[in-house]
């Protein structure tokens, strides 16, 4: 009895103090009918009003009536009521962006919040104490609370909740310029509202999206977003978020320089700002709208919204909207050729701006004494948990060390068993690399043997015939006619032997791994003409025409790579001509590179041959008169084009002739690299073709 009267005298005493009381009648009424703690569904009516009271913008009522229910609460001690009043006496300062003495109302919240039957609370706590510590710049802490909060609601199954807390996450990402990672939860946030059919705050979160595009500069991406928050909102009467989707149309159309459309949405964005919210928000639009004007040459009118916006920051003191309103001042006294006055109002933007980093300091001061207060009180309320569960925790220990240990012996036998397990694969593995590469080993001998037979084989028929012809000669008395009509095949046979084995050293250096082409500057049609010399005797022998139509041009490669793939394609050409071909050479330039052709008219290739031309499954056949191919083939040229920076291709049609491009650079160029070169299967290949 004597507490319920000491209730009612204090509760008395306090509204006749205050000099509020009759200010909400619903309150009153509820505050004279609460005298116990188990009247909670009294005080969550309180909270609810209070509530109410902030959002109509009457802070300073609600404030004190949350001052009233929260003394109560703790004269009967009712921790949840308490903890839910300091939570509702932080949201108003939230909303008026007190962000330090809403910092502390929530760590003076989270003390007397505990308990399952608290979840709600403590989530939306933790979510809002984000907000707050992420207006003041505490990033790092803001996740921290998201986290929190983002348990307690997966806990509980709330969507909407766990969507609110992505956006929150979205924003800090925001702040901090990472601007993928906070495009990636905005769009998670809007998909689980979607999912789960709640449209509530998409627009603000389609808001926070046309931000992070403007920041990027992507203006289209920004407006078209825009303009989708800005139907979304109509569509759900959402008012705060249609005035902020206009003003950010208002400052894009304002930073492409597009005044009259800024102006435009500005206005309608202060049009709903001005009736719906607080005045430091109106301000910060006329402010914008002064600037706009000070840009379009208008005086008379950015000086009218300057005094409005000056009037309003001034009422409500907010020194960022005055530091703003001073700046646009001092810009229009600059355009109006008061240099005065605009070093004055320079002046006065620069102290306050000194003034707001002293006042900022001085809210982390005070941010960091509320954390250390809050913090032990926070040890003190675990240490009487802890005494209360001592005695359970004597009871589980033995348990919980036995299921330890029980755990702790199957997870090392599944480890040792895991170790042997994979020892033997390791060892398999091994073994059978082991195996493959031996049974490599063996094919690279054999095909090694095969191909050195072939050679051996080819270098002796050669130089055998050689020899012969030469004895001829020697032993017998050739007649002068008799001796032109030899010296042709000795010439053919001499050039074959040579360019067998031209290829072969080429070859040869190919299976170190490690060739590279010695680049330089070097005429092109020097290396042709030389080799229509060399082959001349086998041109005339089949009556073949050579017609060598270059330019002396210099291009940049290997000249002894480049003289044995010009060999090779002029020997291929004669090869596959019939009496009275012809083989032209020319070129065509670019800015860069020249490509060279080797057009004969021919028998052309096989179409089926074609696609496989420059592959080791290249088809080798005979020529016009059963010449037997004595080279590498076109793979290899192909390849030492490549090497060079250069490209070899092909067009053909059966029994029209054939023209191969060698495309070759003029100067040196960056994409050359080390290759890796495969001639050695190569060779093998052709040679047994």
């Known amino acids: 009895m004597r507490k319920i009267l000491q209730i009612f005298f204090f509760c008395q005493l306090f509204l006749l103090t205050t000099g509020i009381y009759g200010q909400d009648k619903v309150l009153d009424s509820i505050h004279g009918a609460i005298l116990t703690a188990k009247d909670s569904l009294l005080f969550n009516q309180a909270s609810t009003r209070i509530g109410e009271l902030r959002v109509a913008q009457d802070y300073k009522t609600a404030n ?44 003076s919240a989270l003390v007397y919040l505990s308990g399952d039957h608290n979840l709600l609370e403590r989530g939306n706590l933790y979510n809002n104490q984000a907000i707050a510590q992420r207006r003041i710049g505490d990033f790092g802490g803001s996740l921290i609370s998201l986290q929190e909060a983002s348990k307690i609601y997966e806990k509980l199954g709330d969507y909407k909740s766990i969507s609110m807390a992505l956006n929150n996450i979205g924003n800090i990402h925001n702040n901090l310029a990472d601007f993928d990672l906070a495009e990636d939860y905005y769009e998670r946030s809007m998909k689980m509202r979607k999912d789960h059919g709640i449209k509530q ?5 389609m808001n926070s999206l046309t931000e992070i595009y403007l920041k990027q500069q992507l203006y289209d991406r920004a407006i078209k977003n825009a303009h989708e928050s800005i139907a979304i909102s109509k569509e759900l009467n959402d008012q705060r978020a249609l005035s902020v989707a206009y003003e950010d149309l208002g400052t894009i159309y304002m930073t492409i320089k597009e005044y009259a459309k800024a102006k435009e949405y500005y206005l309608k964005s202060l049009s709903i700002n001005s009736k719906e919210f607080q005045a430091s928000s109106t301000a910060e639009r006329l402010n914008r709208l002064a600037e706009i004007e000070v840009l379009r040459n208008n005086p ?25 309103n001073l700046l646009v001042r001092s810009k229009l006294d600059s355009l109006l050729g008061d240099f005065e006055s605009a070093y004055t109002n320079h002046k006065n933007y620069y102290l306050l701006d000194k003034d707001l980093v ?10 960091l004494e509320a954390k250390f207060e809050y913090d032990r009180k926070q040890q003190l ?14 009871q589980l220990r033995w348990q919980r060390w036995l299921i330890y240990s029980l755990v702790g012996a199957f997870i090392a036998l599944l480890f040792v068993l895991f170790v042997i397990l994979q020892s ?3 060892r398999k593995k091994y073994v059978d690399q082991l195996d493959q590469q031996a049974k490599e080993l063996i094919t ?3 095909t090694k043997d095969k191909l050195f037979s072939i050679i051996a084989h080819d270098l002796r028929n050669s130089i055998h015939s050689t020899s012969e012809a030469l004895n001829m000669v020697k032993e017998s008395d050739l007649t002068i006619e008799e001796l032109q009509d030899l010296l042709p095949e000795l010439t053919q046979k001499s050039n074959e032997t040579s360019s067998l084995l031209t290829n072969l050293l080429h070859w040869s250096s190919s299976q170190l791994d490690a060739l590279q082409p010695k680049k330089e500057y070097f005429d092109i049609r020097d290396v042709i003409q030389e080799k229509i010399i060399l082959l001349k005797g086998e041109a005339n022998e089949k009556g073949v025409d050579v017609n060598n139509k270059l330019e002396h041009i210099k291009v940049f490669a290997d000249r002894d790579m480049m003289k044995i793939v010009v060999q090779n394609l002029l020997t291929n050409a004669i090869k596959f001509s019939n009496y009275r071909d012809t083989i032209t050479i020319y070129a065509e330039k670019s800015s860069d590179s020249i490509d060279i052709f080797f057009k004969d008219t021919g028998v052309g290739i096989k179409k089926e041959h074609l696609r496989e031309l420059f592959t080791e499954r290249a088809v080798s056949t005979l020529g016009t008169k059963n010449e037997k191919g004595i080279g590498l083939g076109l793979q290899t040229c192909k390849e030492l084009v490549e090497l060079n920076d250069g490209e070899l291709t092909v067009k053909s049609k059966e029994n029209v002739g054939s023209t191969f491009r060698v495309t070759l650079p003029l100067e040196p160029t960056s994409k050359a690299k080390k290759r890796k070169s495969p001639f050695g299967r190569a060779a093998f290949y052709n040679l047994l073709g």
């Not at 705050?201 to 979160?205: A, E, R, Y």
């Not at 008379?300 to 703003?324: F, G, I």
Request: charged share 35%.
């Open 358 to 367: 002293k006042e900022s300091n001085s809210k982390e001061i005070g941010r």
């Open 444 to 446: 690279s001998n054999i």
């Open 300 to 324: 008379e009118e950015a000086k009218a919204y300057l005094d409005e916006a000056y009037r309003l920051a001034d009422s409500v003191e907010t020194n960022k909207v005055l530091r703003q």
């Open 381 to 394: 309320l675990l240490l009487k948990q802890r005494q209360q569960e001592a005695e359970q925790d004597a």
């Open 424 to 426: 033997r694969r390791v």
């Open 201 to 205: 705050d998409i627009s603000h979160t």
């Open 64 to 107: 004190y009536y949350a001052n009233i229910f929260i003394e109560l609460s703790k004269l009967l001690e009712y921790n949840s009521g308490t903890g839910m009043l300091y939570t509702k006496k932080g949201d108003i300062y939230l909303v008026s962006e007190q962000y330090d003495e809403a910092l502390k109302m929530y760590d």
